[in-house]
Nanobody, 117 residues
Framework: QVQLVESGGGLVQAGGSLRLSCAAS????????MGWYRQAPGKQRELVAR?????TTNYADSVKGRFTISRAKNTVYLQMNSLKPEDTAVYYC?????????????WGQGTQVTVSS
């Protein structure tokens, strides 16, 4: 089992920055990848950024060049710069652990990010 606790959301003006943090506890040795997803009202949850155990990262096209994901020990960060109103969403931390040929996904409780124009 993995527990995830997020922090760092809030209200910011367009063009501003925020940093999200997600601390993992429990079976952290089994985590293969961690990431951030977001869900805006009326939309499906989407991947924002993901980082694997070996440091490989991938980003949604909409955030490339503006967001940076990083990981230190059991914490993953999402540095968000040049924020836009369309970045407004609930952001969820995710951790993946192997289960057979697939994965088990763990989720944080979500943190609201609101970008005003």
């Amino acid at each position: 089992q993995v527990q995830l606790v997020e922090s760092g959301g809030g209200l910011v003006q367009a063009g501003g920055s925020l940093r999200l943090s997600c601390a993992a506890s429990g079976s952290i040795f089994s985590i293969n990848a961690m990431g951030w997803y977001r869900q805006a009202p009326g939309k499906q949850r989407e991947l924002v950024a993901r980082i694997t155990r070996d440091g490989t990262t991938n980003y949604a096209d909409s955030v490339k060049g503006r967001f940076t994901i990083s990981r230190a020990k059991n914490t993953v960060y999402l540095q968000m710069n040049s924020l836009k109103p369309e970045d407004t969403a609930v952001y969820y931390c995710n951790a993946e652990t192997p289960k057979g040929l697939g994965v088990t996904n763990y989720w944080g409780q979500g943190t609201q990010v609101t970008v005003s124009s």
